[in-house]
């Protein structure tokens, strides 16, 4: 565990001292998925290390009718994707049936939009069965990182690791149900916010994202 007041040069640099940690998984044929766009250069690193195929796990919330801030649930991409639904908030909401289909079918859209952007025609890999990565440049509560996962439990992955340079340490605690293993770096007493564990914590751009998406699929 590294020290609270050492903080990473920016998110490649995590990247490189998360796979010091996970070399153990390199012969497990890995699947690295990436939550954009933060942590796609953070997880560009690993798949190098690896040797591994790098995608991305995209979340998108189903929004509650007339309250487009609030989540009932959310769809993740994938070659077959996953609903999870927020039991509580749906029966709160009470959405009827042709809403949730409408708002649903919506957010697949958007999710096979962004796809498109970034990764162009390459069809999702399958993840059942396999172990797979899942890699963002931080958590602060965990919400995204939690949905992801119980979705990729939902569709028969294999083995789930969590790996995260930097966490607040309740919001970790709770995603530790949701993996079969959590490499985390770093859980400062103090947290406030991730970008304030890094020295250059500068926004992913979309073009990174693409950039390091075909770097990794030429590799592959």
Avoid: W
């Amino acid at each position: 565990m590294r020290s609270p007041q050492q903080k990473f040069a920016d998110r490649r640099d995590a990247g490189r001292q998360l796979a010091g940690v996970l070399e153990k998984y390199a012969q497990s044929d890995p699947l690295i998925l990436a939550l954009p766009r933060g942590g796609v250069p953070v997880a560009s690193e690993i798949a190098k290390a690896l040797h591994a195929p790098l995608e991305l796990v995209l979340v998108r919330k189903i929004r509650a009718p007339g309250h487009p801030e609030y989540g009932i649930g959310a769809v993740v991409d994938g070659s077959d994707p996953q609903f999870v639904y927020n039991e509580e908030a749906m029966r709160t909401v009470n959405p009827n049936a042709a809403y949730v289909e409408a708002e649903t079918r919506h957010q697949l859209a958007e999710i096979e939009r962004r796809r498109e952007v970034y990764q162009g025609a390459r069809s999702p890999t399958p993840t059942e069965g396999r172990t797979v990565i899942v890699v963002d440049d931080g958590v602060a509560t965990g919400g995204t990182v939690k949905v992801a996962m119980k979705a990729l439990r939902k569709a028969g992955t294999g083995k789930i690791i969590l790996a995260i340079p930097v966490a607040e340490s309740d919001a970790l605690e709770q995603l530790k149900a949701e993996a079969d293993d959590v490499i985390c770096l770093q859980t400062p007493d103090t947290f406030r916010t991730v970008g304030r564990h890094y020295i250059d914590f500068d926004q992913t751009s979309d073009e990174e994202v693409s950039r390091l998406l075909d770097e990794a699929h030429d590799a592959a």
